[in-house]
């Protein structure tokens, strides 16, 4: 008899919520073979903040709450999570029955913990510039240094202009361009990070940068009539030096970490970076 008029007497329902500076959203409740299911979405939770909930319940219409939920599995207490949660409450095991204008009021309390800094080496490079590691500090704010560069070296390279390239001419020489092209890449970056999520970072940082594009060339000797030698020359209109910005996302798996970015030399060239390596 109780359990038949519990189930005709709960005919009204509100409830109310207090999260301090979170926000509890969607909040219902139903009844699945007499236990009744309250569920509860949470939003703003910082990726540093756990949660910890507690229910109260009241049969005049929000006027007096008891603290008599006991009984109860699911998304409640020290398990309470960021998104929709779900409560099961054996009512019929905590009092008699539950007869009159029902309120649930749903307290969240946050606990917010401290981030740590961690230590982190990667080893970092682009198409361009394979060779290079970035070191730094990660946490709510962080700093990093980093350097990339290429192993290509060209010792006394020609310097291509408009007039083409210029010999004495005693040395009585010719060229002829070959389809191979070089590129010497260095990098000297500084930047911050700063933690977006638990495991996720952004950094950004400058510093600076040069890219050189050599072509390669035969010379050709009309006194030997054969090449005698394959050398560079620097195409300036597509070589820049100067300042170096760069972005990017910093992924981390347990102690694993994964980067990948943008960079551009003097505003004039850009390229993808890329990075794995470890923090501790």
Request: proline share 1%.
């Amino acid at each position: 008899m109780i359990r038949t008029k519990f189930l005709i007497t709960i005919f009204f329902c509100v409830i109310f919520f207090s999260a301090f500076s979170q926000k509890v959203t969607d909040v219902a409740f139903n009844i699945q073979n007499k236990i009744v299911v309250i569920t509860y979405k949470i939003e703003g939770v910082k990726f540093n903040q756990t949660l910890n909930t507690k229910i109260y319940v009241s049969i005049d219409g929000g006027n007096t709450f008891e603290d008599i939920i006991k009984t109860v599995s699911g998304d409640i207490g020290d398990k309470v999570h960021s998104g929709m949660n779900k409560v099961y409450w054996d009512v019929f095991k905590d009092m008699d029955g539950l007869v009159g204008n029902i309120v649930f009021d749903v307290k969240v309390e946050v606990v917010s913990e401290k981030i740590k800094k961690r230590i982190f080496l990667t080893y970092s490079g682009s198409l361009d510039a394979p060779i290079g590691f970035t070191v730094g500090i990660l946490g709510k704010t962080g700093y990093y240094f980093s350097t990339k560069f290429n192993s290509f070296s060209a010792e006394n390279p020609y310097t291509y202009s408009d007039d083409g390239l210029w010999f004495d001419e005693s040395e009585n020489w010719a060229y002829f361009f070959k389809d191979t092209e070089e590129i010497k890449r260095l990098s000297l970056t500084v930047g911050v990070t700063q933690q977006l999520g638990r495991n996720v970072f952004f950094y950004a940082g400058g510093g600076y940068g040069l890219k050189k594009l050599f072509w390669e060339i035969d010379l050709y000797s009309y006194y030997y009539d054969d090449i005698v030698s394959n050398e560079y020359v620097l195409n300036p209109e597509y070589s820049y030096s100067g300042f170096e910005s760069e972005i990017g996302l910093i992924i981390r798996m347990k102690k694993i970490l994964i980067t990948a970015g943008y960079t551009n030399v003097a505003f004039k060239y850009s390229n993808l970076t890329f990075g794995l390596g470890f923090n501790f």
